[in-house]
C-alpha cells in the first residue's frame, strides 16, 4: 500500500467517524428537543439539531451531510406518519441546513461571530430564510399523509419554523463557542468570580421565569451583562438556558404564559427568545468590534511612538541649540578678519595719507 492510499484511507476513515459523530449527536438533540413537543408530538418550539446540522456544515464541512439526514431519518423513523412522509420530512431537515450554509458561506460568514454582520448572517440568512424549507417540506409532508388537517396546517408551519430557526439562533453560537474555547491563561481571579456570579443568576433568573410570577423580562440584564462582560463566549450560551427555562414556563402554562391559548403562548414564547438571541449576539457583537477597534487604535498609537522614538536622534543629530549659536559666532568671527584685511588692503587711500 502506498503512502498515498494510505493517506487517502485515513481521510475516509476519519470522514466517516465525523459522519457518525454528526448523526448521533443530532440524534440526541433531537431526543432533547422533542421533550418539550407541543404540536402532533414532533413539531417543538427549539429543535435544536437544526442548530447542531449547521455547525457541523459550518466547522466541518458540507461532507457530513449523511450524518444529517441519518439523524433526521432515525427521528422521523419512530414518529411515523408513514415512510414517504418520513423521507420527506428527512429531505426537508437535511435540504434546510444545506442551503442556510451555502447563503452564509456566500455572504462570507465567519464562525467567531466577531462582527455584526455575522451575526446578521446567522439570523436572516442561517435562521429564518433557511429553515423555510424544513418548515414547508415537513408540513407538507405531515398534510398530505393526512397526519395534519386544514385547520391547523399553518400553525403546525409556523411553529416549525420558529422552532428551526430559534434552533439555529440558540445552539449554533454556542457550538460554535465551544469549537474555539479553552482554558484562558492569566485570568484574574475577580474574572472566575464574575464568571460564577452570571452562572448563579442565570439560573436564578432562569427557576423566577418558571414561578407563577410573571417575571420572564428580567432575563434581559442578564443577558447584557453576559454580552458586555464576557461577549458571545458568555451570551450565547446565557441566552440558550434562559431560552430552555421559558419553553419550560410555557409548556407549563406558568407565569406570562398562563390562561392563554397555545397560539398565544407560541407567539409569546418565540417573541421571547428572538428578542434574547438578537440582544445577546448583537450586543456581544457590537462589544468585541469596539474592543478590537481599540486595539487597533493602541497598536497604531505604539508603532508611531516606537517610529517618533526611532527617528527623533537623526533628526536631531548631535546638535543641541547652543551647538548652532556657537557655529553661528565662529561664522561671525571668521568673516570679521577677512573683512578687515579687505578694508586694510586698499593700498591706495592708504598710501596716499602717507
Known sequence: MTVASRARLRRSGITALEICAVGALYYASGRLGLLQQLVRGQVTPLWPPTGVALAALLLLGQRVWPGIALGAFLINISLGPSVPAVLAITAGNTLAPLCAC??????????????????????????????????????????????????????TWWVWWTGDAMGVLMVTPVLLVLRSAGRPKGVPRCRWVEGAALVAATVAVGFLQVSPAPLIFLAFPVLVWAAFRFQRSGAAPCALALSIFAIVAAARRTGPFAGHDLLVNMIALQAFNGAAALTALLLAAAITERNRAHEKI??????????AAQTAPEVSGPLTL??????????????GPDDRDHSAASPPYGRRRR
Not at 452564509?104 to 462582527?115: H, I, P, V, Y
Not at 493602541?298 to 517610529?307: D, P, T, V, Y
Not at 547652543?322 to 568673516?335: C, F, N, P
Open 102 to 155: 451555502a447563503l452564509l458561506r456566500r455572504a462570507g460568514f465567519r464562525t467567531e461571530m466577531n462582527r455584526l454582520r455575522d451575526v446578521l448572517g446567522l439570523v436572516f440568512l442561517g435562521a429564518f430564510t433557511g429553515m423555510l424549507i424544513s418548515a414547508t417540506v415537513g408540513g407538507g409532508a405531515l398534510h398530505l399523509a393526512g397526519a395534519l388537517p386544514n385547520s391547523r396546517f399553518w400553525l
Open 298 to 307: 493602541e497598536q497604531a498609537c505604539r508603532r508611531l511612538a516606537e517610529l
Open 322 to 335: 547652543g551647538d548652532d549659536s556657537r557655529d553661528d559666532h565662529r561664522e561671525t568671527a571668521a568673516d
